[in-house]
């Protein structure tokens, strides 16, 4: 690693968030790329030799890794701003190192497109993460069903294509992201055709898709239950723009609401995260939405929402929960929120708590009492999205809160401070 990468991966371990709350947030932002579009669209120019250029890439630390797993494994990567170019002429390696997979578990989106490549594929397994157990038996059933023969040993998987599968169907008895991700990159090379049933419908998928058939991939049905994938001989170079980030976005507009202000989000397409602007109108605030912004308004008081529940797209999505509880810690009421995708999602609750926040947990439902009198303090950063929330908080508290352990957030919000400071937030990171 080159000093200039060590000294700012220091630096995020090193630097804490200072934020002196209390202000109303009021102004406009732009939505910066999705982390969870832009790792997938990454891990696929591997299928296509040649360069590959991909715009609007968020400058986050997750994609940072990705970069370094795909120098790696041969590739030549160029950075400009937002803008990154990927040359994938040449692979000379098929693992992902094992302290890349331990930095970033969804670096295992990278098995599917190695495998795909190459032919077979090493990882390190990816273990579990801040936010419960991490199984990927969903992504090594399918590979095994795309003809590679999937094996274990001294904690590695290792995945070999050992025959042509014939047409093959797979049946995802959970409508996983990372699977059905891992699914569509190891198919696209697979002559034949390729069914996916219960497949993940996020924007994400359709993303990737796109991407995919822009590079001469065969993909119909991203976004519904069912994707079939018309595997091709050779993909091609392409040029992509990645989606806005729908939970970002969702952050930035839960920061603006807490604090009882209003916000312009420029560059998103509001469909994309329907079930949550539908929580922010339960919530009372005003919305206007255009083909690609949103404006939202607080209300005088934020009303209590009886119950919100996590579930797949189209609904409510888990990312967006940490900092939408932490806004209803300022409604006027009792709010019940459960957590149906992840086992272990409330650790960062411990950490509003030194906020003043009112919260009990009971295994996936967490109970949320408004009317929070939130004051400042020091606090942690449990995982990304728990790190989003005690911003949400800090930011609707009286007085300064140190946010240690920032790692967590700049793993996927691009300049989050600079974002809060251009709306009147009272944030520093040092
Ligand atoms: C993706 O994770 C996102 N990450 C997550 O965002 C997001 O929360 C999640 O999808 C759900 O929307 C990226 O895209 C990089 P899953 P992924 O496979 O693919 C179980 C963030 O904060 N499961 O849909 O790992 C699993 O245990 C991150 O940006 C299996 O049982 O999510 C979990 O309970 C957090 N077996 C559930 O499915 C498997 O083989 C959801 O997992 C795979 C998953």
Do not use: W
């Not at 202000?23 to 910066?32: S, V, Y």
């Not at 968020?58 to 994609?63: E, G, L, N, T």
């Not at 900092?323 to 509003?352: C, H």
């Not at 995982?383 to 009286?398: F, K, N, W």
Request: charged content about 20%; overall charge neutral; hydrophobic content about 40%.
């Amino acid at each position: 690693m080159n000093y200039k990468k060590f000294a700012s991966m220091r630096g995020a371990l090193m630097s804490k968030i200072y934020i002196n709350g209390g202000k109303t947030l009021k102004g406009e932002i732009t939505a910066h790329g999705a982390k969870n579009s832009v790792l997938p669209i990454l891990a696929a120019t591997l299928l296509c030799g040649g360069i590959s250029v991909i715009h609007n890439c968020p400058r986050i630390s997750d994609v940072d890794v990705s970069l370094k797993i795909l120098n790696h494994l041969g590739c030549r990567c160029t950075q400009e701003n937002n803008t990154i170019c990927i040359d994938a002429s040449n692979i000379i390696n098929n693992d992902i190192p094992d302290n890349l997979m331990r930095e970033m578990r969804s670096s295992v989106v990278f098995l599917g497109a190695i495998a795909g490549r190459t032919g077979s594929a090493k990882i390190s397994s990816p273990g579990g993460c801040e936010l419960g157990p991490r199984p990927i038996d969903l992504h090594l059933m399918a590979l095994n069903k795309l003809g590679f023969n999937i094996f274990e040993d001294h904690g590695y998987i290792y995945c070999d294509k050992t025959k042509r599968p014939n047409n093959p169907v797979i049946n995802l008895n959970f409508p996983s992201v990372g699977a059905t991700e891992n699914c569509m990159l190891a198919a696209a090379l697979i002559p034949g055709k390729t069914i996916i049933h219960n497949a993940a419908r996020e924007p994400e998928i359709v993303d990737l898709a796109n991407f995919l058939n822009s590079a001469g991939a065969s993909i119909c049905g991203a976004g519904l239950d069912t994707i079939i994938i018309y595997g091709k001989e050779k993909l091609y170079p392409s040029e992509h723009t990645v989606i806005p980030d729908r939970i970002a976005v969702s952050t930035y507009m839960a920061a603006a609401v807490a604090t009882g202000g209003e916000l312009t989000v420029n560059s998103v397409n509001p469909n994309d995260l329907l079930a949550v602007l539908n929580v922010f109108e339960q919530a009372g605030a005003n919305l206007t939405l255009y083909s690609d912004r949103i404006s939202i308004k607080s209300p005088k008081k934020m009303k209590f929402i009886p119950t919100i529940k996590t579930q797949v797209y189209p609904g409510f999505p888990t990312d967006a929960g940490p900092p939408i509880i932490a806004m209803l810690l300022k409604s006027s009421g009792t709010s019940v929120f459960i957590e149906n995708i992840f086992q272990n999602r409330f650790k960062y609750v411990d950490e509003l708590k030194r906020l003043g926040a009112n919260i009990k947990t009971y295994g996936n439902l967490a109970v949320i009492e408004g009317n929070s009198k939130l004051t400042g303090a020091a606090v942690e950063c449990t995982d990304l999205r728990g790190g989003a929330a005690l911003v949400v908080a800090a930011l609707a508290s009286e007085g300064e809160t140190e946010i240690g352990k920032i790692n967590h957030i700049l793993r996927g919000y691009e300049n989050i401070e600079d974002y809060l400071l251009s709306i009147g937030a009272n944030i520093v990171r040092k």
